[in-house]
């Protein structure tokens, strides 16, 4: 059975928000929270009573705040709100993300700054709790006045129109899927379009996603680089604790230590640590390993800090105080959030370089140390991993693109009433890409790097990296003539993705393998 979180009581950790995310967990609400749910809503429903018109409640919306909507006329403005507003296109976003996306709108909701009814705080909770996802599209989200189009989207499900896709993965009318699944349509009363729509819980959705995958990709890469150095016959000297406190950046004590626990009793390493040694030093994609792979860590710690942050905000406009005032702010503007995400696409396109340039040294007989051409079983006739290593580069040339900034990109609109964006949701959607870019370089390295160890036989490896090539070796077989790589390099990175590499080795590891 999935696990339940109870939203309300204390703040959606991002294990939590990640875990509903990808279906292992359902929602429910606190006692707290079904109790500031209801007094915000009746702070609302006294403010539309009123002579005095307030933003969002009794007017229009953006440019057309200064209209006053008559009370007969406001069921039909949140629907012509939604529907207008769910204006996407595009191809549909991954089912993790929009689930993401609702299960931190909830958050929002359960804190009684929102105003909505109950009820559809429910209705929401219904659709992730019965597999129901929204079709939400690529575009459509500026990062500003939150992601709008991809929240009206689901609002739109939420009132039985649009599409969904169901629990088994099948697109279908929404009213269908609600109606198969007895949740009852919503009908949105004042405020509750505004409520359901403005929020950074699309782009804050995935950098939770990002961040959960990041944690074992840079794991993945301190057990890879490891291989790479015993591979290329590099030494573990530099990566002694006492340099690594040379430089006491936190990040670059995490991976300098998770590499020598990957390198202990090496009897590679050991063959030629001896004074009869003539290499003085590796090369730095070997050497400086940690101290890249420690800043992309450390990188990622900040990112987490400005996740956490936002997980504790109460996102809307306007927002419903303890009062009863019901004020305009600037808090759905997606730049704190921005600026994390861009800023981790930066050291996911770094972590795949420095990757990419240790493979290549185990493919160049100039620089490997005595491999075979491209690790070919007979080079000439066969080429080995040459093309894998073109694919990786390749792949590193997108990284690169992805990792400059969507965020300082603004592209005013409503009538210049919004007249600076932070294209928030762009940045994540470039990290998402960037995330399964440095999956896949990764995924290179370890074949290239398991099979390089197969050659240095009769030398055998660390127990660690040993047990990481033995993996492998249950889905990929090891060196011989050519064959079809492509199926390869997918099975590698299914063991990544899985987590399967960093179960082998758990124990081995500081931190328990990953962080």
């Known amino acids: 059975m999935p696990e339940a979180v109870e939203l309300g009581e204390r703040p959606l950790r991002p294990d939590q928000a990640v875990a509903v995310a990808r279906g292992q967990a359902t929602v429910g609400f606190s006692e707290l929270a079904e109790r500031k749910m209801a007094e915000s809503r009746r702070h609302v429903e006294t403010l539309a009573g009123a002579q005095q018109p307030t933003y969002g409640v009794s007017t229009g919306f953006g440019a057309l705040a200064v209209r006053h909507i008559p009370p007969e006329s406001r069921t039909q403005l949140q629907r012509s709100f939604v529907r207008s507003h769910a204006a996407g296109a595009g191809e549909p976003v991954e089912p993790e993300v929009v689930r993401a996306l609702m299960v931190l709108r909830l958050r929002t909701l359960v804190t009684g700054h929102t105003g909505v009814q109950p009820a559809t705080a429910h209705a929401l909770a219904g659709l992730l709790n019965a597999g129901i996802t929204p079709v939400v599209h690529e575009y459509g989200s500026l990062g500003c006045s939150g992601d709008l189009a991809p929240l009206a989207a689901v609002a739109l499900a939420l009132t039985g129109e649009g599409e969904v896709f169901d629990a ?8 269908e899927a609600l109606r198969a699944a007895g949740i009852e349509p919503v009908t949105l009363a004042e405020k509750e379009g505004l409520a359901l729509t403005n929020g950074t819980d699309g782009m804050l959705g995935m950098l939770l996603l990002a961040a959960a995958d990041l944690h074992r990709l840079l794991d993945i890469a301190d057990l890879t680089a490891a291989m790479s150095v015993e591979a290329l016959l590099g030494t573990d000297r530099a990566f002694a604790e006492d340099l690594q406190a040379l430089r006491p950046h936190p990040g670059q004590a995490i991976s300098g230590a998770r590499m020598r626990a990957a390198l202990a009793d090496s009897p590679i390493v050991a063959s030629h640590r001896g004074p009869d040694c003539t290499r003085v030093q590796d090369a730095y994609s070997l050497r400086c390993a940690p101290q890249v792979h420690g800043a992309a860590r450390d990188t990622l710690d900040h990112a987490e800090l400005v996740a956490e942050r936002e997980l504790a905000a109460a996102i809307d406009n306007p927002v419903v105080l303890a009062d009863g005032r019901v004020e305009s702010n600037g808090n759905f503007h997606g730049a704190p959030v921005a600026y994390a995400l861009d800023f981790l696409a930066i050291p996911a396109a770094d972590v795949a370089g420095i990757a990419e340039r240790r493979t290549d040294r185990m493919l160049d007989v100039a620089r490997s140390h005595g491999l075979p051409a491209f690790l070919a079983a007979d080079p ?11 694919t990786q580069a390749a792949v590193v040339s997108e990284l ?49 790097a398991a099979r390089a160890l197969d050659l240095r036989a009769p030398l055998l490896p660390a127990p660690v990296t040993g047990a990481v090539r033995d993996l492998l070796r249950t889905r990929v077989d090891g060196p011989g003539p050519d064959r ?30 990953t962080r």
């Open 380 to 390: 000439g006739v066969d080429s080995g991993h040459m093309i894998a290593q073109y």
């Open 484 to 513: 079809h790589l492509a199926p390869e390099i997918a099975a590698a990175e299914d063991l990544i993705r899985t987590g399967a590499v960093l179960d082998a080795v758990t124990e081995h590891l500081p931190n328990g393998g």
């Open 168 to 175: 088994a993965g099948t697109r279908m009318p929404a009213a």
């Open 400 to 448: 690169k693109r992805l990792a400059a900034p969507a965020s300082v990109d603004s592209i005013p609109s409503s009538a210049m009433q919004e007249d600076h964006v932070s294209m928030g949701w762009s940045a994540a959607r470039k990290l998402r890409r960037a995330v399964e870019g440095l999956t896949t370089v990764l995924a290179v390295e370890l074949l290239t």
